[in-house]
């Protein structure tokens, strides 16, 4: 795989591992490195023996966009560059992998958003949480508007997002904003624990049951897509391999057709 500039990647057995590599400036994005992080969602996709994402940032996750390029921009370059997180977001969101956000210290403005994209995300018990766009002048700019509220709810979205307070990780798993929080020194492990679980399910019923718990914006679409695709499932030789292994009280080994 190909190690850029800014982004590392990796692959651990069936599982990608993307790192943010500017741990000197808390791994704050510039538009050098928002497209780097697209190249390497795209890689992830294409790579078949890779069934989980894990993203990280070592010590601090990402604290946000680079202020000094923000500074430069004036309103024609800042939607490009909105638009360029946005499309950065929406791969994640819709890779059909699961992405696990394993954030420790700093997941701040942009940082945020790339990490409420992903699936799920663990935190370090000294992670911190935050969009903090609103003591610029600004707003969110990469999707928090809409996936905020989906996880936490509107009224502490309002909250983050009106008053831009950072957040520890306790108070971020008391609103579901994390799945789970454990020991700094644990962040990989937990994060990579559960992602080589995820390896060992079947990648055509993981694929869709992510698009469709991502289909929630119209329920009636949502429930007849999931009839039509529970029906396809029953084409691969992964549905019978899951279900033969049920029955002979075994482990399944999926191989993805």
Known sequence: ??????????????????????????????????????????????????????????????????????????????????????????????????????????????????????????????????????????????GATRRLPELVGMAKAKEMILTGRMINAKEAESIGLVNRVVRDEELMEKAAEIALAITQKSPFAIKTAKRLLNDNQNRGRGLESEIVFFSECFATEDHLEGINAFLEKRTPRFRGI
Do not use: W
């Open 1 to 142: 795989m190909i190690t850029g500039e800014d982004i590392t990647i990796e692959k651990k057995r069936a599982v990608g591992v993307i790192t943010f590599n500017k741990a000197q400036v808390l791994n704050v994005m510039d538009t050098k490195m928002l497209l780097e992080l697209g190249e390497s969602i795209s890689q992830m996709e294409k790579d078949e023996t890779i069934r989980a994402v894990i993203m990280t940032g070592g010590n601090n996750f990402c604290a946000g966009a680079d202020i000094r390029e923000l500074k430069a921009k004036d309103p024609e370059k800042a939607e490009v560059f909105s638009r360029l997180g946005h499309t950065i977001c929406n791969q994640l969101e819709h890779i059909g992998k699961p992405v696990i956000a394993a954030v420790g210290g700093y997941a701040l403005g942009g940082g945020c958003e790339i990490a409420l994209a992903c699936d799920m995300r663990i935190a370090g018990e000294n992670a911190k949480f935050g969009q903090p766009e609103i003591t610029l002048g600004l707003i969110p700019g990469f």
